[in-house]
């Protein structure tokens, strides 16, 4: 029950509580695989138990994402070694689970009447997390670990686009998905994966509220991740590639979580964030001359973002459960034909289900569509 100490510090205010409760979904989509996907989605939440709850689906997915990519690390942590080829199978099928069950979960949510802000966050958090590993893993799929400043760029590039599509949605309220978006995103990695895995990853290798304020902390992650990796007299970056990029990640992937939060409750985005620390003893001591060994502090950065990140996104949970009476991870027995929970009914048109998506299939709550996998 460790998460339950963070009870007497909270995030949120009650101010925020109260403008979360009024929040609701809106998205525009012109997707061109969804139309296509939705028999599929449709048939799979339709085997899927009405005791199952929406947010258990989401982060089953995300585990088999983080834990196929794991695999796929153990063997090439730098992305430069080539790593087997049944690894990059793992890596397609896990990617091609975790985009099924992320579709599916809003989907669940309205059959079981269980519909609430929180699936929208813990959703898009749970998308901020997966961001990180699959951009990585395609990177590795691919050995781009011999190009350190295209594996560099294709990473940070990820993040930063994922970052700014929530920014978009901070600034105009409503999240908007082109024709080529993250689905398209995700079943092209799938076959970078499946291709790596049939011809194997060698075949890749050549010869040879204020509109501005959320661009400050997505600078302070970016930037400073771009200016360590160049004057690492270690090179850092290119002999822990995989570490460097999990490390910040964790710290991109608080930033936007915040973001989220500063959306969803008409909130000001934050500046500094205790996420920092690490980039910022990185950078602190690359300018002493190196006193401390950057890879302990890289070590430290990943594993303090981490523990940051998990700690926020449990609290922020723990936060809207109890403002807004629901489970995070369960569904209260109901009676066939019962309503919806009083506390949930005033936002039945939030994250897991917006209005505007209905009209699409009922995707919207399914992911963060603007994540570029």
């Known amino acids: 029950m460790a998460l339950l100490a963070y009870r007497d510090k909270h995030i949120l205010s009650a101010q925020q509580l109260r403008k979360l409760s009024e929040h609701k979904y809106s998205c525009f989509s012109v997707s061109l695989l969804d139309p296509l996907l939705q028999p599929w989605w449709n048939w799979l939440v339709a085997q899927t138990p009405l005791w199952l709850a929406p947010n258990l689906i989401t982060i089953v997915g995300l585990i088999l994402n983080v834990v ?16 087997p080829r049944w690894t990059c199978l793992l890596c397609a099928l896990g990617l091609f689970i975790y985009q099924s069950l992320d579709s599916i979960d809003g989907k669940q949510a309205r059959r079981t009447n269980t519909s609430s802000p929180l699936g929208e966050l813990f959703d898009h958090g749970c998308d901020s997390i997966s961001t990180v590993f ?4 395609a990177c590795i799929s691919c050995q781009l670990g011999h190009y350190p400043n295209w594996l560099f760029f294709q990473c940070f590039c990820a993040i930063a686009l994922f970052y700014c599509a929530h920014w978009q949605t901070y600034v105009s309220g409503t999240m908007r998905f082109g024709r080529i978006d993250v689905t398209e995103a ?28 959320p661009s400050i902390p997505l600078t302070l992650v970016v930037l400073p991740a771009l200016m360590i990796a160049q004057k690492s ?71 303090w973002g981490t523990q940051d990140l998990l700690r926020y996104c449990a609290q922020v949970c723990l936060e809207i459960c109890q ?12 009676p066939k034909g019962a309503t919806p929970h009083p506390a949930t009914a005033s936002v039945s048109s939030q ?22 996998h």
């Open 68 to 83: 196929t990519t794991l695999i796929l690390i153990c063997y090439s942590p730098n992305g430069v070694e080539a790593p």
């Open 134 to 137: 699959v951009a990585l893993s």
């Open 186 to 213: 995700q079943f092209s990695i799938i076959a970078i994966h499946l291709v790596s895995a049939a011809l194997g990853p060698e075949i890749w290798l050549t010869k040879g509220t204020s509109v501005l304020s």
């Open 233 to 303: 007299p270690q090179n850092l970056f290119t002999e822990h590639a995989s570490v460097y990029i999990m490390a910040f990640g964790m710290v991109a992937a608080k930033v936007t979580n915040k973001l989220v939060i500063a959306h969803m409750t008409k909130a000001e985005m934050e500046y500094l964030d205790w996420s920092l620390l690490g980039p910022s003893l990185l950078f602190l001591n690359q300018y002493f001359n190196c006193i401390v060994p950057e890879i302990w502090l890289l070590w430290f950065t990943l594993i």
């Open 323 to 334: 403002h807004l009476r629901i489970d995070l991870f369960r569904i209260p027995y109901t």
């Open 351 to 372: 994250s897991n289900f917006g209005s505007s998506a209905d009209k699409n299939g009922g995707s919207a709550h399914r992911k963060s569509k603007s994540k570029p």
